[in-house]
């Protein structure tokens, strides 16, 4: 795909987010998902605009179409935008998944989901790019999608971010741990949010929770979204490195046996971390049902570097092997 059209998009993001930044005082984020909302609508929203300002942001809208871009470069227009300003205002809870990292899970997702209608649901979807890379993937399916987000900000540019690529997705402005009022899931993804959750109290709802002191949320955040996957559904989760050696490991590990059955562990590349604490990996299993089949042994792959074609190549083809011998019937 040629990175043109990438760059002229965001440009106009950039450049009229700018605008609207200093003209209503806001964060750059903020006036992203304005400029965002104007370019879906094809019309300038904010009625306090100085003329000048709304003829300058005018005349940029007006270099563009989007029925003239896919969904992919406008995915990957409005990251860039995103990332720029989260540069600006760096915060621990905004982060954004690696495209890479969706590309993967968007090709497993396809692997293991074989129907061609299905329900899926990210409970921590930030604005939404690992969500709408993973769809981007699924050609030819019909996916409703579900997505939760505590943050004000992160959900508004999610609602912008599925409207400029058409994507349909329900979204709940809420605390992804609290009650989620939401039909089951066929899958679930997932880039746990990292940390201890402060609401002990809530906490104390489910299996995870730890005996003493705040349990961890990414603990708290595999019990949700089990809870609201059908039976032999499968979640896709991108998890610490380690997940399953900390203080609070034991209930983990003891919930994970009684309610789902692992089916692989994708390391990712160390190079792709800060540091080595920080490296992760990605976690696939499956909710219990009567009629799944076990897997004859789990599927354990370390990535190489994502820039060694042949190397990700030959591993994909391992992946596309394990597959076969313990999925296929």
């Known amino acids: 795909?040629?990175?043109?059209p990438v760059e002229k998009l965001f440009t106009v993001f950039n450049q009229t987010a700018d605008m609207l930044k200093d003209e209503l005082s806001c964060t750059y984020l903020e006036a992203l998902a304005e400029t965002g909302e104007n370019i879906f609508h094809d019309k300038i929203l904010q009625e306090e605009l100085s003329e000048l300002t709304n003829k300058r942001i005018s005349k940029l809208y007006k270099e563009i179409r989007l029925t003239d871009y896919s969904q992919e470069e406008i995915r990957k227009a409005f990251q860039l935008a995103i990332l720029r300003g989260m540069q600006e205002n760096v915060q621990p809870n905004h982060q954004m998944t690696p495209d890479s990292v969706g590309i993967l899970i968007g090709y497993l997702v396809n692997k293991f989901i074989k129907e061609s209608t299905f329900r899926l649901l990210d409970p921590a979807i930030g604005t939404a790019n690992l969500l709408s890379t993973v769809l981007n993937q699924q050609t030819?399916?019909?996916i409703v999608s579900i997505g939760s987000e505590i943050d004000d900000v992160l959900i508004k540019l999610a609602y912008v971010n599925a409207n400029l690529q058409m994507h349909e997705v329900e979204l709940f402005n809420q605390d992804s741990l609290e009650s989620l009022f939401i039909d089951p899931v066929d899958a679930v993804v997932c880039d746990l949010p990292v940390g201890y959750y402060p609401n002990d109290v809530k906490a104390a709802e489910y299996?995870?929770?730890?005996?003493?002191?705040?349990?961890?949320a990414h603990h708290l955040f595999i019990e949700q979204s089990t809870r609201h996957t059908k039976a032999g559904g499968y979640l896709f989760f991108v998890i610490p490195n380690g997940l399953f050696e900390s203080e609070q490991a034991t209930k983990l590990h003891q919930f994970i046996k009684d309610h789902l059955v692992i089916q692989g562990i994708i390391?990712?590349?160390l190079e792709?971390?800060?540091?080595?604490?920080?490296?992760?990996?990605?976690?696939i299993v499956q909710k219990n049902a009567e009629h799944i089949k076990k897997p004859k042994q789990a599927l354990l792959v370390e990535l190489p570097r994502m820039s060694d074609g042949r190397a990700m190549n030959n591993i994909l083809s391992k992946i596309d092997q394990w597959y076969i011998e313990n999925k296929k019937d």
């Open 207 to 216: 299996e995870i929770s730890a005996n003493n002191g705040h349990t961890y």
């Open 267 to 269: 390391q990712l590349p």
């Open 140 to 142: 030819g399916k019909t």
């Open 272 to 283: 792709m971390f800060k540091n080595k604490q920080a490296a992760k990996s990605i976690l």
């Open 1 to 4: 795909m040629s990175i043109v």
